[in-house]
């Protein structure tokens, strides 16, 4: 089918909506009149400062972000910020704790530990990652810099499903993959980041919103680069930013009023999940991956009783134009991500064609 568009099931980057791809694609060539392209502009000019603080201004909105926080839009993904966070943060007592539900929690520890002590509040490799604790089950040390989690394990396709106490210690978040798919209360943040390649935007960049608060507790050899308080100084302004993924993700967050802001994406994204997740429920062939309590809104993840079925199946969903449905490879099976932009059409399709494939391959 050339020229059509297919259901795109990537864990990132990911899927966006084809109504922000032909505006984009529309303005390509000579933003609003002024006859050059958004990747060409200067980014101290007065056309692109008001795309920044727009953009900047929509997020505030979107997220409710209150004025006791700070927006910084930074290089590096969330990669980048598994550094940062320690850098800024874990000066202010030597220690930190952090929880460990799968792949993505378990590097930002190992990176933390260059740079002080760093203990696990909870782990949940016991279940191969399958579950996430309860508030019960994590231990939160007094003297922590910070209580570190990942809202949402990508690989894994399990979530939290509340906001961890931490009794006041501040709460540092990795949210790359869950990112406005609901409400949340940032007061309570002292730090939330995202690798915008999943809910915001294309890849180069991740979004830090971060408690003021926080701003002056950086370690002395912190590169300037990395630094929360510098680039909070120069408005994430230290060098050339990413332009252009700035300016999708300004696209990406009209999209996203349309919908209903966060309320109205946490309704269709919930109603998502459910179709996926009710089917793996009935299905003789197909089951998920997560704990129930635990399941991904965002990653779905599932598997039939054998390899060769799961790869039997990729293959045949890859030519019916689902793609991407490979799970990670460090646990195999299937995983779809069916993130914001994922349209409800293309997840009540895949479900049509899984009933088929069970059906002729009982
Ligand atoms: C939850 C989570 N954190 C961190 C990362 C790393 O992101 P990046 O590639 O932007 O460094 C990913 C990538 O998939 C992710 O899913």
């Known amino acids: 089918m050339p020229g059509e568009r297919i259901y795109n099931f990537s864990a990132g980057p990911s899927v966006l909506p084809l109504s922000v791809l032909e505006r984009a694609a529309g303005e390509m060539t000579n933003y609003r009149g002024c006859g050059m392209s958004v990747m060409e502009m200067s980014?101290?000019?007065?056309?692109?400062?008001?795309?920044?603080?727009?953009?900047?201004?929509?997020?505030k909105r979107l997220l409710r972000v209150p004025d006791t926080h700070e927006i910084l839009f930074m290089h590096g993904g969330a990669t980048f910020q598994f550094s940062a966070v320690p850098l800024n943060l874990i000066g202010r007592t030597g220690r930190a704790d952090y929880a460990i539900t799968g792949n993505f929690s378990d590097l930002a520890a190992k990176e933390a530990r260059k740079y002080g002590d760093v203990g696990i509040a909870a782990t949940s490799e016991a279940s191969g990652h399958t579950t996430i604790p309860a508030q019960s089950e994590l231990r939160v040390s007094d003297g922590a810099s910070y209580f570190y989690y990942c809202a949402n394990n990508t690989i894994y396709g399990t979530e939290w499903k509340y906001v961890p106490d931490a009794g006041g210690v501040p709460l540092v978040a990795d949210m790359s993959s869950n990112i406005l798919s609901a409400p949340l209360d940032v007061s309570s943040f002292g730090v939330i980041f995202a690798g915008v390649q999943k809910n915001m935007a294309p890849a180069g960049m991740a979004a830090v919103i971060i408690d003021r608060k926080l701003l002056d507790s950086q370690l002395p050899y912190t590169p300037n680069i990395m630094s929360y308080r510098a680039a909070t100084d120069a408005d994430s302004m230290l060098n050339t930013p990413p332009c252009y993924t700035i300016y999708m993700l300004g696209l990406m967050l009209k999209w996203l009023d349309g919908q209903?802001?966060?309320?109205?994406?946490?309704?269709?994204?919930?109603?998502?999940?459910?179709?996926?997740?009710?089917?793996?429920?009935?299905?003789?062939?197909?089951?998920?991956?997560?704990?129930?309590?635990?399941?991904?809104?965002?990653?779905?993840?599932?598997?039939?009783?054998?390899?060769?079925?799961?790869?039997?199946?990729?293959?045949?969903?890859?030519?019916?134009?689902?793609?991407?449905?490979?799970?990670?490879?460090?646990?195999?099976?299937?995983?779809?991500?069916?993130?914001?932009?994922?349209?409800?059409?293309?997840?009540?399709?895949?479900?049509?064609?899984?009933?088929?494939?069970?059906?002729?391959?009982r």
């Open 43 to 59: 980014h101290r000019s007065r056309v692109y400062l008001s795309i920044f603080e727009e953009t900047k201004a929509d997020l």
């Open 260 to 361: 209903g802001g966060v309320e109205g994406m946490e309704r269709i994204k919930s109603a998502k999940a459910r179709i996926l997740y009710d089917f793996l429920d009935d299905s003789r062939m197909f089951r998920g991956c997560a704990a129930a309590e635990a399941r991904s809104d965002m990653n779905v993840t599932f598997r039939t009783q054998r390899e060769e079925l799961d790869a039997k199946f990729v293959g045949e969903a890859e030519l019916a134009g689902f793609v991407n449905l490979k799970g990670h490879r460090k646990v195999g099976g299937m995983r779809a991500s069916i993130y914001n932009a994922m349209p409800s059409e293309g997840v009540s399709k895949l479900v049509d064609f899984m009933a088929k494939f069970e059906r002729e391959n």
